[in-house]
């Protein structure tokens, strides 16, 4: 596949067909998020992982150890979270599968404490997705109205493509996309990496 041959719809579209293979990312796509809370997307690796299975021949849910649920929520309180995630989680349930879901209003408040990195306080879901350290990372998708919006700021030429690049608008390190990578290379070696 070369994708950026193709225009930017048509890469859409093949990314789309790729990822709605994956039942788990279609039914979450379907059932949405919670009803008061119209910002937030599946995001990052359960996408690039469901592109890369495919075009490397592998079951479309291999080594996909979780899906990735983002929202954004000014009340940053760590009860309001945890009883959202809570909803959240009753809601896929019958899914039976892993999902990791995360205010990112809240990100700044524990980055430094588990990460080791100071972070400003993110503004938007779509800015959270602009500040992820390999590009292929850096895309979200969620249903509205019976139509995909999809968040790429880096287009979707990587995921298609299989480049894992980094992204250094970020307060991510060397570091860590160095791990990501070298965690995705041991699963998918197809995969190509450009240094840091």
Not at 89 to 96: C, F, I, S, V
Not at 101 to 108: C, E
Not at 165 to 182: C, Q
Request: glycine share 2%; aromatic share 10%; hydrophobic share 35%.
């Amino acid at each position: 596949m070369n994708p950026q041959k193709y225009p930017l719809k048509t890469q859409e579209e093949i990314f789309l067909k790729l990822i709605l293979n994956n039942k788990n990312v279609a039914n979450i796509l379907d059932m949405g998020f919670i009803d008061n809370i119209k910002d937030w997307y599946l995001v990052a690796g359960c996408l690039n992982q469901t592109i890369w299975n495919q075009l490397t021949d592998r079951a479309v849910d291999t080594d996909i150890k979780d899906y990735d649920v983002i929202y954004y929520d000014k009340d940053i309180s760590e009860n309001k979270e945890k009883q959202i995630q809570r909803k959240v989680q009753e809601k896929y349930k019958e899914l039976n599968i892993n999902i990791d879901i995360v205010n990112q209003a809240r990100v700044h408040l524990w980055t430094e404490k588990d990460w080791g990195l100071k972070m400003r306080p993110l503004i938007s879901c779509e800015d959270a997705i602009s500040s992820w350290p390999i590009t292929v990372s850096c895309v979200g998708i969620r249903k509205e109205n019976n139509e995909y919006i999809i968040m790429a700021p880096y287009g979707l030429t990587d995921n298609l493509e299989m480049i894992l690049r980094p992204n250094k608008t970020t307060v991510m390190r060397e570091s860590d996309f160095n791990y990501k990578a070298s965690k995705w290379l041991r699963k998918w070696p197809e995969l190509t990496l450009l240094p840091w």
